[in-house]
Structure formats: structure tokens, C-alpha cells
């Protein structure tokens, strides 16, 4: 069973950072791509970031040289670096995997993680 659990969420000023991790188990692929998706009130889910298994990576451009997506394969968890944050970045976000990534508009990855909250005041 794939499970995948979000920490790091929270309240943040404007121009601030946050940092949000994700620890996977259960995915026994070879093949991956895992995923930060966001979901603001009365939004769509947006792809923020993704990376490969083979290491590539890929922004929103949104989040583009604010954001940075990395990854420990050694504990098996996902990071999402935020900096510069804007009240627009206020979402629940998601962790995402699965065999392929998909584009920010349709991140329809197999499974994801419970969500947290990121909070951006002005």
C-alpha cells in the first residue's frame, strides 16, 4: 500500500519561506515522479512541482525561482523549498506519485498524501 504523509505546513509572512516535507513507502516502482500539487478555496489543483526519477525537474511558472522540489532517496521523503511567498501560494498542498508526471493543469497522479496547509499573509 502507497502512503504518502505531508509535514511542514503552516503560517508564513509575505517574502517569507516555508519548507514542506513528504515521506513515502509502499511504492515499489522503478519508475516514478513525484509531485507537489496545491488546491486554493474554490480553485482547481495546480501542479506546483515535479521530479523524475531520473532527476529532472519542472516548475509552475508560478513558482518558478521561488520554489524548489528535491528529494532524499536515502529516507524517502520529498521537500519542497518555498521562498519569497506571496498570499497567492496560500493552498492546501499536496504530495503526488506515480509511474508518470502530468501537467499542472491535470495532475492526475494515482496517489497523494493528505495534504498541509500553507498559510501566506500580507
Known amino acids: 500500500q502507497v502512503q504518502l504523509v505531508e509535514s511542514g505546513g503552516g503560517s508564513a509572512q509575505s517574502g517569507g519561506s516555508l519548507r514542506l516535507s513528504c515521506t513515502t513507502s509502499?511504492?515499489?516502482?522503478?519508475?516514478?515522479?513525484m509531485a507537489w500539487v496545491r488546491q486554493a478555496p474554490g480553485k482547481e489543483r495546480e501542479g506546483v512541482a515535479n521530479?523524475?526519477?531520473?532527476?529532472?525537474?519542472s516548475y509552475a511558472d508560478s513558482v518558478k525561482g521561488r520554489f524548489t522540489i528535491s528529494q532524499d532517496n536515502a529516507k524517502n521523503t520529498l521537500y519542497l523549498q518555498m521562498n519569497s511567498l506571496k498570499p497567492e501560494d496560500t493552498a492546501m498542498y499536496y504530495c503526488?506519485?506515480?509511474?508518470?508526471?502530468?501537467?499542472?493543469?491535470?495532475?492526475?497522479?494515482?496517489?497523494w498524501g493528505q495534504g498541509t496547509q500553507v498559510t501566506v499573509s500580507s
Open positions: 521530479i523524475k526519477d531520473d532527476g529532472t525537474t
Open positions: 509502499g511504492y515499489t516502482y522503478s519508475r516514478y515522479c
Open positions: 503526488a506519485t506515480g509511474p508518470f508526471c502530468f501537467s499542472a493543469s491535470r495532475p492526475s497522479y494515482p496517489y
